[in-house]
């Protein structure tokens, strides 16, 4: 038994995201996407603590529901502080067993200063350590937060550590997992020692709905917030579906204003200011990665086109199917065009992860026809060209070199 996970989400309260956003679109993209299990997102933000409890119905176990989806009560926060004399600002997910522990948690935030009416993902004076310390004691659980991301990821370039223990203190102990982040994928992740006792997750951030399951995590087991600490703490991760990380928008270093992306390569021949107007880039991910890498762990991509390793649990990359459809048709993927043959498809072969991973070309090629099948397994098998992102930029994916070059050669995939 598994379950699909999708746990960093936001709702409409939240800076930057779509107002579109409710629980009945949550929950119907959800469906669309193959998501078994959901993230409240933002239960802090005061408006909409009021909708989940009046919308979701408690099922037992943690869990709650909508439209027959599973949520747990899931929340981002923003630590913002100052520590060994320099700004930081962390970010961490906090999940809560139940709404008695939600309410106790935002009436202490709200006690030191937070203001929870002014954004979903709200920002505290509260260490990372503190605030820790505080969920832990009302039985919450904290994952840090897409964790090499420069400015507010415990690892970031910005105002990051080098160390989890720099940022947690004692309550170390009490973080079994880590999020990814767009930017980096669990191979990246594999070479830094201090991360093998923890599990290493993936989820969407999303802004919007269609984003939502853009990364997600498939755990060992049945949905239920005891059920998902025990998962989290002894590291029974089936596997995770990635963004390809040279899409994040803070995979490579650079100044967006100057157009000027650097690998680390480059940054260690040109140094880490900017060649045009000589102000420091935003060092990257695969920048902050490499220079904590502590170990050689790399992973083989096998026919199924995951990846393996020995000691690590497996993954995937993947193409938003949105993305796949409207590269496939020449079209945006926005337009009416590309979302009705995203519903088709989906409809026709049971959700969007079923399509990307565990659909065999025939069934591909008999509902969505040769060139999307196609460009679904080459996406599948890494055979796809990654601009990569640099300084809040998104890095632009390729499916084929030109829009009317068809790959040729499917052998070798499970039909």
């Known amino acids: 038994m598994t379950y699909v996970a999708d746990l960093h989400v936001h709702s409409r309260f939240a800076y930057a995201c779509s107002k579109n956003i409710s629980l009945k679109g949550m929950a119907e993209w959800a469906k669309l996407k193959g998501i078994d299990l959901l993230a409240s997102g933002d239960f802090t933000h005061p408006a909409w603590n009021r909708e989940l409890k009046q919308k979701l119905n408690e099922v037992g176990s943690g869990l709650y529901q909508f439209g027959d989806v599973n949520f747990v009560l899931g929340t981002e926060i923003s630590c913002v502080y100052s520590q060994g004399g320099l700004g930081r600002r962390v970010h961490v997910l906090v999940f809560a067993p139940d709404f008695k522990a939600v ?15 002014g954004d979903g993902r709200p920002s505290v004076s509260l260490s990372a350590r503190d605030l820790t310390a505080l969920a832990i004691g009302l039985d919450c659980m904290v994952i840090p937060a897409h964790v090499w991301t420069p400015w507010y990821g415990m690892y970031g370039s910005k105002s990051g550590f080098d160390r989890l223990e720099d940022c947690f203190h004692d309550m170390s102990r009490h973080i079994h997992a880590i999020e990814t982040g767009l930017s980096s994928d669990p191979e990246m992740n594999w070479s830094f020692s201090e991360l093998d006792g923890k599990s290493i997750v993936s989820f969407s951030d999303a802004h919007s709905l269609p984003n939502l399951g853009r990364e997600v995590t498939v755990f060992a087991g049945e949905p239920g917030y005891d059920a998902l600490r025990d998962a989290l703490a002894l590291q029974q991760v089936e596997y995770t579906v990635e963004f390809y990380a040279e899409e994040g928008k803070y995979h490579y270093s650079g100044h967006r204003k100057c157009g000027v992306r650097h690998s680390p390569e480059d940054t260690a021949r040109q140094g880490s200011r900017c060649p045009e107007c000589g102000r420091p880039l935003t060092l990257g991910v695969l920048h902050r990665v490499k220079g904590l890498s502590d170990a050689d ?4 991509l096998d026919t199924s086109g995951m990846v393996r390793s020995s000691q690590r649990p497996p993954f995937i990359r993947t193409v938003s199917l949105l993305d796949i459809i409207a590269q496939s048709l020449g079209r945006g993927r926005a337009t009416k065009g590309v979302q009705r043959e995203y519903r088709r498809i989906t409809g026709e072969l049971g959700s969007e992860l079923q399509t990307l991973i565990h659909s065999g070309v025939h069934d591909l090629e008999s509902v969505a026809g040769e060139r999307i099948a196609e460009a679904v397994m080459l996406a ?9 992102g640099f300084d809040g930029e998104y890095g632009r994916v390729q499916i084929w070199d030109r829009p009317e070059q068809l790959p040729l050669e499917l052998d070798g995939y499970t039909r």
């Open 380 to 388: 599948r098998s890494g055979r796809v060209t990654v601009e990569p």
């Open 103 to 117: 309410d106790l948690l935002c009436r202490s935030l709200a006690a030191a200063g937070a203001k929870l009416g």
């Open 297 to 300: 762990v790399t992973g083989a």
